[in-house]
């Protein structure tokens, strides 16, 4: 019989430093786009991120996935590595990327995408500032 599919989420933090600018763009063209984001030192975020797995719920548990493994994916692959960090130097695998939260969304996805046994990703949802936010569905 088909089980209703229903929409779990989990909610992390964690605190990282980044500066937005191009390379391939002049010192004034950098300030005019990316104004005091452009700083040349960086500057901080307290970030969230919601990952949202969908799945039909498994008869016997009730689950669609154990909370506790989403949060352990997550945790383990995002927030461990990107933590009081600055994202411009010190993750390897975002090395080359301009920091928007648009690109590292979807940076993320391709991290997190392929890593549930039980569900599937259905859409990232990252917080730069309680007010801003992006959304990536893969
Ligand atoms: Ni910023």
Request: overall charge negative; aromatic content about 12%.
């Amino acid at each position: 019989m088909t089980q209703p599919v229903v929409f779990v989420t989990r909610k992390l933090h964690f605190n990282a430093a980044h500066r937005l600018f191009n390379p391939s763009f002049s010192n004034e063209k950098n300030d005019e786009i990316f104004g005091k984001c452009n700083n040349a030192n960086g500057h901080g975020h307290n970030y969230e991120i919601e990952v949202t797995v969908s799945g039909q719920i498994d008869p016997e548990t009730g689950y669609v996935i154990d909370l506790k493994v989403l949060k352990d994916i997550v945790d383990r692959l995002i927030v461990e590595e990107c933590d009081h960090r600055h994202l411009n130097f010190d993750v390897p695998w975002l090395k080359g990327i301009n920091p928007t939260a648009e690109n590292l969304v979807v940076a993320f996805w391709n991290r997190l995408a392929g890593s549930f046994k039980q569900g599937k990703l259905h859409v990232i949802r990252l917080y730069e500032t309680e007010r801003n936010y992006v959304e990536y569905f893969g």
